[in-house]
């Protein structure tokens, strides 16, 4: 049976800095209210004029092909993951694809917001499980300033600009993406960007009502993350006759140091195997896991046992069991 396994990765995050005491100078906020209630210390942010989610992209891509040493023509397609599109069209995938050189690889966008890594990944997983493609590339990228307001304390510390991305190609051992649970309910009203779509398009109205930035309610969306990320971890490793102690390494989306620590204190992870980097780069969106893995990449071995799981607007939530095979 074929299967697909990641067979690179490579992530990219701008040279600009925010850090928590540059932001107290913006809003009314403070280094220790930050890290105490989301655990973050700084986060990348994208100043590059005329830049956006895929310039992110390309230097990701870049770097993943030239370490693996993929011609860009044998790529096959390329899936964009993001909530921060360059334009309403065409799709970032299609600009990033043309801004490595891929000529022969078809492209495409999903959004799946903070999830959006691992449902691209399943997509991915697919596509090679038929036979369709042999050399597909995921990448997140996500230029989250964008859509950011600097003057809202309660959201702008949390989010900061970042893309990363995968080779996945067909295997015939048992590693790679073995399984993957995904869920999704609509809950609009509690995570979301207000305007700029076709229920409510751009006007000067709802640029003056502030209502292109995000807008989130964070202890509803806390306590649906927390919940959701734990019983989909919980479901993928049962199903597959694990147990948590018999996992290697467990990487949720890097959204809030609490959630993290919620979801695996109730799941039983020992603190060791959890993969956290949200301090240095914030909540990174669909781009937060595959940066994890990439800066953490040293220190996971081949063969080792991975659960991956993401919640985020829509809701949607998942987890993903992979073995690594790099």
């Not at 989301?38 to 956006?52: Q, S, T």
């Not at 492209?107 to 597909?136: E, N, P």
Request: hydrophobic share 40%; glycine share 8%.
């Amino acid at each position: 049976m074929v299967n697909a396994r990641i067979a690179g990765i490579a992530s990219y995050v701008p040279e600009d800095i925010l850090d928590n005491e540059m932001l107290s100078k913006m809003v009314d906020t403070s280094d220790e209210w930050i890290t105490t209630r989301v655990g973050i210390k700084e986060r990348r942010i994208l100043k590059k004029e005329g830049a956006g989610s895929s310039f992110l992209g390309i230097n990701a891509v870049t770097k993943l092909l030239e370490s693996t040493s993929t011609d860009p023509q044998e790529v096959d397609l390329l899936i964009c993951a993001t909530s921060n599109p360059d334009y309403r069209f065409p799709s970032t995938g299609s600009i990033i694809a043309d801004g490595c050189g891929m000529k022969k690889a078809y492209a495409y966008d999903i959004q799946a917001a903070c999830a959006g890594f691992i449902v691209a990944l399943q997509d991915a997983t697919a596509y090679i499980r038929s036979g369709m493609y042999k050399k597909v590339v995921v990448v997140a990228a996500e230029k989250m300033s964008s859509m950011v307001n600097y003057s809202d304390r309660t959201t702008c510390p949390l989010f900061g600009d970042a893309a990363a991305a995968v080779l996945v190609e067909p295997t015939e051992d048992n590693v790679g993406v073995i399984d993957g649970v995904f869920r999704v309910e609509g809950h609009v009203e509690h995570l979301l960007m207000k305007a700029g779509g076709s229920v409510k398009p751009a006007s000067h109205e709802t640029i003056d009502a502030a209502e292109h930035y995000i807008y989130q309610e964070g202890r509803n969306v806390y306590k649906h993350a927390v919940t959701n990320m734990l019983e989909s971890s919980m479901e993928v490793v049962e199903r597959n006759g694990l147990t948590m102690d018999s996992i290697d390494w467990f990487i949720p989306h890097q959204a809030n140091l609490r959630i993290i620590e919620a979801v695996a204190g109730r799941a039983g992870v020992e603190s060791s195997k959890v993969l956290v980097n949200i301090e240095h780069y914030g909540n990174s969106s669909a781009a937060s896991i595959p940066l994890c893995l990439d800066e953490y990449k040293a220190k996971i071995k081949k063969g080792d046992k991975l659960i991956l799981t993401a919640f985020g607007a829509g809701f949607t939530w998942g987890a993903m069991y992979v073995i690594w095979d790099i």
